[in-house]
């Protein structure tokens, strides 16, 4: 009974969120100031939607195919097609850590993937497991086990099945785009299947993409992580295996603070300035609730292998202390990942203010495991608003984008 009634509470919260964050200001005090009549507010469609009407508002349709993992996780990617058919040139777009593949299609006519798509590419979109549109073949999204992973589980499981399942369902070698998250993980699985990735990846643009973070800034600095280490790790105790579950009290009761006044709005823009860095092109406040609306389950794991990563300085697997270590690595300390073993083909993208995947350390990073086919560039964007900027996107990263891919992109079948 108590499960049945915190179902409809479910129910009727989403009800609630979906009607009053559909409507969308261009300030933060018009959400506020009698928002219904305003001129400078406005219901958009695409908040709170599936992927499916999200794509259909913007004259595209999205499939879903089902892709199984080694480890017994059934993914889900989601592939866009235009009135004229299918593109040209496999692109794979992956996302990042608490988020799913939704976030490349937040932006309206200025999302990555819609953008991409109206171009003439034929573009795919992974959600690695743990997001909503993943299941397990035994466990339930209750059980502790079903979120023991780190994003070492992302590299070496998920991307090798959805690189297999797009190859074989378009015989075209892919164009893969990672952000955050899906670059870390992508570095990991081309320096660990050198040999596999070629049969499969035509060329990897990483974009704002950690690997070693040793400069990382605001919220996410190592003297913060530091500080903070210990009460994390404790998290898992506290039966919190998982962090802002889709349907849990902790994202709605964010989502709900958000929204609640114009000083907890502005608290919460602020928050995401300290986490992901400022910006000359602040988050637009029309984008603010679908943008937040795409900020859900995270594994604690992958949450704490990127804390381990930032205080450590290091670039290795997941710590699990050195008990742990030793049966596991056959050392007190976790392997290192090897950038020495990265392949030629790849596009390194940084962002000038990110406070997560810093310019010195993409920079450094980049000098210090430099191959013959590298190249590297900068944006004018901290770790988050390329997504949402809807007025200099198209100036300040698309023209980049566009380039890179059409140098380095397969029209044709697998060679």
């Keep these: 009974m108590l499960l049945k009634i915190f179902l409809v509470f479910v129910f009727i919260m989403d009800a609630i969120f979906a009607r ?40 595209l349709s999205l499939e879903k195919h089902l892709v199984h993992t080694e480890d017994g996780w059934i993914l889900t990617t989601f592939r866009l097609k235009t009135v004229r058919g299918y593109g040209k040139g496999v692109v794979f777009l992956q996302h990042g850590m608490m988020t799913d593949a939704m976030c490349f299609m937040v932006n309206g006519d200025h999302s990555i993937a819609f953008f991409l798509a109206k171009q003439g590419y034929d573009v795919w979109l992974g959600n690695f497991r743990g997001s909503d549109v993943s299941t397990h073949a035994r466990l339930k999204r209750s059980d502790k086990d079903f979120w023991d992973f780190s994003f070492h589980e992302h590299a070496l499981y998920d991307l090798p099945a959805f690189f297999k399942y797009v190859t074989q369902k378009t015989q075209s070698k892919i164009l893969y785009i990672g952000h955050s998250m899906g670059g870390t993980t992508m570095a990991i699985y081309l320096s660990t299947n050198p040999v596999e990735s070629k049969k499969y990846i035509e060329r990897s643009i990483l974009f704002q993409s950690p690997t070693y973070m040793r400069h990382t800034k605001g919220l996410v600095a190592r003297s913060v992580v530091n500080d903070i280490y210990g009460v994390l790790g404790a998290l898992p105790s506290m039966g919190m295996n998982a962090l802002m579950e889709t349907h849990s009290f902790e994202r709605q009761s964010t989502i709900q603070y958000c929204s609640a006044s114009l000083a907890d709005l502005r608290s919460c823009l602020k928050l995401s300035d300290l986490i992901n860095g400022d910006c000359d092109f602040p988050f637009p406040p029309e984008n603010f609730f679908i943008g937040l609306l795409t900020v859900r389950n995270c594994a604690f794991r992958v949450l704490y292998h990127y804390a381990q990563v930032i205080r450590s300085g290091e670039f290795r ?18 392997t290192s990942y ?25 920079l450094e990073t980049f000098e210090r495991f430099k191959r013959p086919g590298w190249d590297i560039h900068e944006i004018p964007y901290n770790h988050l608003n390329a997504f949402v900027d809807n ?25």
């Design 20 to 59: 009053n964050l559909s409507l969308v200001c261009r300030t933060p005090e018009g959400y506020f100031e009698g928002s219904e009549s305003s001129s400078d507010c406005w219901y958009d469609p695409d908040v709170n939607v599936l992927p499916e009407k999200l794509a259909q508002n913007h004259d």
């Design 317 to 334: 697997m997941y710590d699990y202390g050195p008990k742990g270590n030793l049966n596991r690595y056959n050392s007190s300390v976790p």
């Design 338 to 362: 090897n950038l020495e073993h990265l392949p030629n083909d790849i596009t390194w993208i940084f962002g000038t203010t990110d406070a997560l995947a810093t310019k010195e350390d993409a």
């Design 391 to 415: 007025v200099h996107v198209a100036q300040h990263f698309f023209p980049l984008l566009s380039k890179v891919i059409e140098q380095h992109i397969n029209k044709g079948t697998l060679k």
